[in-house]
Every structure is written in C-alpha cells, then in structure tokens.
C-alpha cells in the first residue's frame, strides 16, 4: 500500500475494499477454471492414470491440421512415409517434410480438399494397415 | 499465426522452438506459450524430447529477455536523447524507478513474465534504469523457469488435446495474478500490524 495515504482510516478501507475485490476475482476465476477444467476431464481430453496414456498420445484422423507435416502425420500413425507418398500420389522431392497445407497450395488444392484425403488416406491404413 | 510456427517446429524442432521463444521474450507478440504447450504434446506422441522442449523454451526466453535489456541498457537513453525525449528521463526519475524495481524484484521481474505484454516494459525499464544484471538475470531466470515449467507441464498433461485446454491458459494466470496480489495485500496488512 503506498504510504502517500495519510489517513489510517482511509488506508484500511482502502486495504480491505481491495482484498474483497480480489479475493472475489480470484473465486471467480477459479470456479470458472474449475468448471472448464472438470468439462475437459469428463470429455476424457486430460491425461489420467497410465492406461489413459495412450489417449494423449494418439490423435485421430479426424484431428489432422494443415500446419501438420507429412513426417509427424506418419509417426503418430505409425505408418511407412511410401504409404501416403503412394496413396496422395506426392512427387515433392521435400516430402515428408512438408506441411500438408504447402502440399495443398503446389497441387492447387484447397486445405479442406487436403485435410479431406489425407483424413481418408490415414482412416483406411489404420483399418487394414498393410495395404 | 500459430498454425504457420507449429508447422516450423515441426520442420526445425529445437531451432524453431528457440527463435520462436526468444522473439517472444524480445518483444514480437508471439503465441509462444501456446508453442511450448504444444511441442511438449509433440513430446508425450515421441516426435520430441520433453526435457529438451522445456530446456530450449527456457534458453530462448532467458536470451531474449537478456536481449532486450542489454540493448536497451546501451542505447536506451541515446536513442532517447536523439528522440528528444531524453529530459524526461531524468537521473531522479531513473533512479527512483531502479529502487522500487529493486525493492520488489518478485513482484516486478518475477510475475511480470508470466505476463506476455509486461515482460518486456519491464525488461526495458530493468535496462535503461541500469538496474544490476546479475539481480536482473536471477529473477528474470526463475520467473522464466517457472512459465516454462507451467505451460510444458499443460501440454504433458493433455498431450494431443492440447488445443483444446490451450483457451483454459488465459484463466490460470488470471488465477496466479489474482492469487499474487491477494498475497501482497494480506501480507502488507499483516506486517503493517506487526
């Protein structure tokens, strides 16, 4: 508390107005978080005990992103780098490190049309995964 | 943005990870929390290595941060001077706010690095009021740490779903902000009394 504030009285009222505003602020704050934190949990996205391990780790096709490179994609599917080369038809001599969405840019695709048969691509392997 | 960065760490790994942190501790608004979150999600899936994650976020916004101090240290009040500026940084004033942040280096240093728009205000001011470098790189490292610490433990926690508690860090450091200042009031009242 600055000690411009002469008056004791008005020091304490001042302390005490703030204490109540922050400690408001902090149950505020931590009930929302709580909340979020607790959605999350039941939705099954936080990391548990060991068996919930492999949950985090993995992600599905359905969570393929466009800033994702090809050799990322292929570790967390644990797919051979030739399967996608083969099945997307990629000539790229940087492949696989090479964002899908810099794919989709030289193939004069739209990112949703890359995500789409990349997606598609993935889903099949992880169905029979020697293709 | 942060889609572009994610895909150069995917690309680079720990280069990225390094230049991404240290034009963020510099002064570019950068995401890179969000960043840390996510290589150390990269981490937990295998494609990185977590201690070298949380290793390299450290060392860049500890190099960054020292960046901006040291470059302003030395320029600072020429760059002023020939701004016109300079007058209004009088040694007083300099000094005055070089003995309120050395009175209260936590609250200053410390906390303000939790706080991506504060860091590096307080990395400038640290620099130009000459504040010593050894007192500076102390706090300014554990409070590095500690962010680090914080935002690779939320993406090792929540691994591929890191994106989707990426929204639960803007609360958490309301709640250390909140949390810190509730503290320094109950503390001030407390040793006031005594």
Redesign the interface.
Same mark, same amino acid.
Request: proline share 0%; hydrophobic share 55%.
């Given at each position: 508390?600055p000690d411009t504030i002469k008056n004791p009285k008005l020091k304490k009222i001042i @302390?005490w107005a703030?204490?109540v505003i922050?400690?408001g602020?902090?149950a505020v704050?931590?009930y929302?978080?709580v909340g979020?934190?607790e959605s999350?949990r039941l /939705?099954g $996205?936080? /990391?548990g005990h060991f068996r919930h391990q492999t !949950?985090? @780790?993995?992600?599905t096709p359905d @969570?393929i /992103?466009?800033?994702?490179?090809f /050799? $990322?994609v292929n570790?967390?599917f644990g797919m051979p780098p030739a399967y996608l080369q083969n099945s997307l038809n990629i000539k790229d001599s940087h492949y696989p490190?090479i964002?899908l969405? !810099?794919l989709a840019k030289q193939q004069k695709l739209s990112s949703v049309q890359m995500l789409a048969k990349t997606a598609a691509a993935v889903k099949s392997f992880t169905i029979k995964p020697n293709p | 943005m942060l889609a572009t960065l994610l895909s150069y760490v995917l690309l680079y790994k720990y280069p990225a990870i390094f230049v991404i942190t240290f034009f963020g501790a510099f002064a570019l608004p950068l995401p890179s929390g969000s960043v840390l979150m996510a290589a150390s999600a990269f981490a937990v899936q295998g494609y990185m290595s977590f201690p070298l994650v949380l290793l390299t976020g450290i060392a860049g916004n500890m190099a960054g941060d020292s960046s901006g101090y040291w470059l302003v240290r030395r320029y600072g009040l020429k760059v002023l001077d020939k701004m016109r500026l300079g007058g209004f940084f009088s040694k007083n004033r300099l000094d005055g706010a070089r003995n309120q942040i050395d009175k209260h280096p936590i609250l200053t240093i410390y906390f303000s690095r939790f706080m991506t728009g504060i860091a590096p205000a307080v990395n400038v001011v640290s620099g130009i009021t000459r504040l010593p470098y050894k007192r500076y790189l102390l706090f300014e490292c554990l409070g590095e740490i500690t962010e680090c610490s914080c935002f690779c433990a939320i993406g090792y926690i929540f691994g591929s779903n890191w994106e989707y508690v990426s929204q639960l860090s803007g609360g958490f450091w309301v709640i250390i902000l909140a949390g810190m200042l509730t503290t320094f009031v109950i503390g001030g009242m407390i040793f006031k009394k005594r």
């Open positions: 508390m @302390q703030l204490l922050l400690t602020i902090l704050s931590l929302i978080f979020k934190l999350l /939705r $996205y936080i /990391r !949950a985090v @780790q993995k992600i @969570q /992103r466009g800033w994702m490179t /050799r $990322y570790m967390v490190n964002s969405d !810099a | -």
